[in-house]
């Protein structure tokens, strides 16, 4: 099924790219930005993979890499309601409508941006 | 009443039974997303009592699934003639309860939609995801079983088939059994008596479930049931029972004298309030006693008499299973020997409260819908009503 | 505010990434934070029921702050620690303590688990993996102690580092977003150490040289339902 959902979404995202003109490409809010841990054509096909792995890696052997989810919505978030959910435009919602695929990370994930200086002052207190 | 108008008789009332297993399977699936949606919240169960109601039903459906083959394995296995008159019979009740009892047990899932999850992902140490191959294992053999009962051309390997089920279905159910009997923190469980206790419930339940729907098909084409054979199915019947009263008598008393689990047999079976009173009332005397009395008083015994102890072995069955599933989790857990609990927010030392609400009932009866429904259309649709010559 | 945040959120990357940067950071074992968990470590912690106080509930209060639970106590109510006061039925003495996820060494809550849901890391940590965790409570059946909470009802603005949600089980983490960040104290201890008590010390049991491997040696300790044979990683003094 998540494979199915993978192929479709990059499907989706490469008819896009064949048509060229952005009719009804939704226009995404980046929120903060910046450089992505890897390049973003190469994000756009396989992050759902990266962070499969990712998730895998984290949960049972403990590392916080680099493509952890919380790395992606401390960047994307909007700044406007501080969430990559919310509206069509916001970083996962708005693509994922976009192409049509259900995300289920963030029933249990949050949406919004770690509290980075709270969770590292209470780190290094 | 000329042939024609029963023709038109039974469409009709074949299409009701079909609308009413319907509307119980409806209600079952919307309980079922109505429970998905919200939460366990909705259910009576809590992190004390963590399985309630839905499991009731299903282990009922479950296990009974695989006791309604043992009519079926004496047919096949022992080459009794009037059993393999209703082996085929047999083998879609099984079937049919089986459906009903996983379907339940899969909606019942905090993550029902994650399926697929449990078949691709398995732990080899679980007993559950042992029993996610037994079961299928039991639909496919059973599946095969009949087909060699029903297609002249394969009629001799169906010895082997029946053999076949028959091995599985006694792995089956000590599965069954074993997935209380490896709890060993428990007081309720972790005894290893409980797996054959299931096998011989099974036996009787199973024959219950099916004399129920035997009469029922007799009935509705104003047949009579052969005497001989009555005789002895009922007979049957009345040893299983008295197996079953045997086998829980021997697991209440292992719990008190050798496992010491004095305070837990005196809830269950004395001061625990609706477990004792759902023990002795439901299970002992409704589901065990007044059958035996209607299928051996010497002015009993008749067809009827033998239809309504199979009733009440099911009501008893349904008994046993709350006191045993629900009574065996409110009993808390001996985590500080030596010690009283005074005071914990998380309930230790404490009886569980435990209600069912309506969604977890109605998914519960959904399943029992799911094997009527299965059995009403597969016993129209093709010849299983079992004829003596 | 967006220098501060930009700051911090370096400071963020550099801590996920492994690299020490802010000074203060060295004081961390970052070295190990961002290794796989590896079975040179097998964090335990020992309660030492005397210096529990009755009444306080200081590491509940800190847990359910850190993992962003509700903090209700009723039946459907997830709870990861709770206070437990017990007494003697020989000799009446009552004694106070925290219970929770023993982590034990041999789990049943990880035997049963259809899924494999429920793990052991390699650090004697046991977790649910919420990805897999199908729901079907076997695990809370098998657990002796109690450890674990089902998740009830839909769950909104859980912390970023501990997700939650519906339909799934829990139970006390050691605090695994701390340990994995290299803070390696889990958010009760810290708290019963603020609150001037000293009942719960946290360490790793396979280091001889450790705080907790140390005292274990000194003192006379016990690990609940030691019958059970499934080796604890709690040890309790006092019981
Ligand atoms: S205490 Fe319970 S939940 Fe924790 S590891 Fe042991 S069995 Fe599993
Ligand atoms: S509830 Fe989840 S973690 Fe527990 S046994 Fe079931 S699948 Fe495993």
Not at chain 1, 65 to 92: D, E, M, P, Q, W
Not at chain 2, 363 to 383: E, S
Request: glycine share 10%; hydrophobic share 45%; with cysteine.
């Amino acid at each position: 099924m998540k494979a199915l959902q993978s192929v479709l979404l990059a499907l989706a995202l490469m008819v896009s790219g064949v048509a060229a003109a952005d009719v009804g490409v939704p226009h995404l809010d980046i929120g903060k930005g910046g450089h992505c841990v890897n390049d973003p054509k190469f994000m756009k096909l396989n992050h759902g993979d990266l962070l499969k792995k990712q998730r895998y890696i984290t949960v049972h052997q403990g590392v916080i890499g680099r493509y952890s989810l919380i790395n992606c919505v401390n960047c994307h978030a909007s700044k406007v309601n501080n969430s990559v959910l919310g509206t069509n435009s916001n970083f996962c919602q708005g693509c994922h409508v976009y192409a049509a695929v259900k995300i289920d990370c963030f029933e249990c994930h949050s949406s919004r941006p770690e509290t980075v200086s709270q969770t590292l002052k209470e780190v290094a207190k | 009443m000329d042939a024609l108008q029963k023709g038109r008789r039974d469409i009709r009332n074949f299409y009701f039974l079909v609308g009413l297993g319907l509307l119980v399977v409806m209600a079952g699936l919307f309980a079922a997303h109505y429970m998905e949606e919200h939460g366990h919240i909705v259910t009576g169960m809590s992190n004390q009592v963590v399985w309630g109601m839905p499991h009731v039903f299903a282990i009922f459906l479950i296990v009974s699934a695989s006791g309604v083959l043992n009519v079926a394995s004496v047919g096949s296995v022992f080459g009794k003639t009037p059993y393999k008159a209703r082996a085929p019979l047999s083998g879609l009740l099984s079937i049919a309860m089986l459906a009903g009892g996983l379907t339940v047990l899969m909606l019942d899932l905090g993550r029902p939609e994650r399926v697929i999850v449990a078949a691709t992902h398995i732990n080899p140490t679980s007993v559950f995801a042992w029993n996610v191959f037994l079961y299928s294992g039991l639909v496919a053999f059973v599946a095969i079983y009949l087909w060699t009962m029903m297609e002249k051309r394969m009629n001799p390997l169906s010895k082997a088939a029946g053999l076949a089920v028959f091995a599985w279905r006694f792995i089956l159910t000590t599965g069954t059994g074993l997935i209380f009997a490896f709890l060993v923190a428990r007081q309720a469980y972790g005894n290893a008596i409980l797996p054959p206790m299931f096998i011989v419930m099974s036996f009787a339940w199973g024959l219950a479930v099916f004399m129920i729907v035997q009469s029922a098909m007799y009935g509705w084409n104003e047949m009579a049931l052969n005497p001989a054979i009555l005789t002895r199915l009922k007979n049957l019947l009345g040893i299983f029972i008295l197996g079953v009263i045997y086998l829980v008598a021997i697991y209440h008393l292992t719990n008190i004298y050798f496992a010491k689990q004095t305070a837990f047999e005196k809830f269950i079976l004395v001061d625990g309030g609706i477990y004792p009173i759902l023990f002795w009332a439901g299970y002992f005397l409704i589901g065990s006693v007044l059958p035996l009395f209607l299928i051996y008083s010497p002015k009993m015994g008749t067809q009827r008499h033998v239809l309504l102890a199979s009733i009440l072995v099911v009501l008893g069955s349904f008994s046993f299973l709350y006191v045993f599933i629900i009574g065996g989790q409110a009993f808390p857990l001996m985590i500080f020997p030596g010690y009283e609990v005074i005071s914990s927010t998380f309930g230790d030392g404490q009886i569980a409260q435990y209600s069912p609400s309506l969604p977890e009932i109605l998914l519960g009866t959904g399943g029992l819908g799911i094997a009527f429904l299965i059995t009403t259309v597969g016993v129209r649709a093709l010849n299983f009503l079992p004829k003596d010559e | 505010m967006s220098e501060i945040n930009r700051r911090d959120f370096l400071r963020g990357s550099a801590m996920m990434a492994g690299l020490a940067v802010a000074p203060g950071m060295m004081l961390y074992d970052l070295a190990r934070a961002n290794q796989p968990a590896s079975s040179a470590v097998r964090w335990g912690m020992l309660i030492d029921t005397s210096q529990c106080e009755e009444g306080c509930d200081d590491c509940v209060k800190a847990c359910n702050k850190e993992n962003g639970l509700p903090g209700k106590t009723g039946p459907t109510d997830e709870q990861w620690i709770r206070k437990v006061e017990l007494k003697n039925v020989k000799t009446g003495r009552v004694t106070s303590l925290p219970m929770m996820c023993q982590h034990c060494a041999e789990p049943p809550c990880v035997d049963v688990c259809p899924t494999g849901a429920s793990f052991k890391r390699a650090d004697g940590i046991v977790l649910v993996d919420r990805h897999l965790c199908i729901g079907c409570r076997y695990c809370m059946m098998a657990c002796p102690y109690k450890a674990r909470s089902f998740v009830h009802e839909p769950l909104h603005d859980q912390k970023p580092e501990v997700p939650r949600g519906k339909g799934t089980v829990e139970s006390c983490t050691f605090c695994v977003q701390r340990i994995d960040r290299g803070k390696d104290i889990t958010a009760c201890a810290e708290a019963c150490s603020k609150a001037g008590h000293k009942a719960i010390l946290f360490g790793n049991l396979n280091d001889p040289n450790s705080e907790i491997s140390k005292r274990l040696k000194e003192v006379a300790s016990t690990q609940l339902r030691a019958d059970l044979g499934v080796d604890p990683g709690l040890h309790y003094e006092g019981l």
